[in-house]
């Protein structure tokens, strides 16, 4: 399970980095701010410049997100599988609060990243420990 703090930071609307890498190994990161839980394992990012990103999820299937938070010092990472999607209900929760605050705008598609693995990145003696398997 993932831990209650971790999401609420997820839930928080910070600013978070998306990476990935191709087919050959070659790494992608972005920054996202367009992102939310879709249950207790997926967390849904929406699309609207992506390319090497789209590309590479499509190709490999991998993606991790990162936040950190100023005001408190914490950080974490979520690792897990990942696929690209143009319709669907996942679709549909991302472009609905996309509408909320931006009416004009629609989703290309979204990223739906299904936790494995959860890591805290704060800094201290635990920086980097796996902290949950999902």
């Known amino acids: 399970m993932i831990p209650q703090e971790v999401r609420e930071l997820f839930a928080a609307g910070r600013l978070a980095w998306l990476a990935t890498a191709d ?3 070659v790494p992608n990161v972005a920054p996202m701010l367009q992102y939310w839980w879709a249950d207790e394992k997926t967390i849904v990012v929406g699309d609207l410049f992506m ?3 789209k ?8 993606a991790c997100l990162a ?3 100023e005001s408190s ?4 990472k979520l690792k897990g599988r990942a696929r690209y999607e143009t319709s669907g209900p996942l679709y549909d929760l991302a472009q609905g609060e996309l509408a909320k605050r ?4 629609k989703f290309k598609g979204v990223v739906a990243l299904r936790v494995r693995s959860v890591y805290d990145l704060s ?9 949950a398997e999902v």
């Open 23 to 25: 087919g050959e190994g």
């Open 51 to 53: 390319k090497a990103t």
């Open 55 to 62: 590309a590479n999820v499509e190709a490999t299937g991998k």
């Open 67 to 69: 936040v950190y938070d």
């Open 73 to 76: 010092d914490k950080s974490y």
């Open 102 to 105: 931006k009416p004009d705008k």
């Open 123 to 131: 800094r201290g003696p635990r920086a980097g420990a796996l902290i």
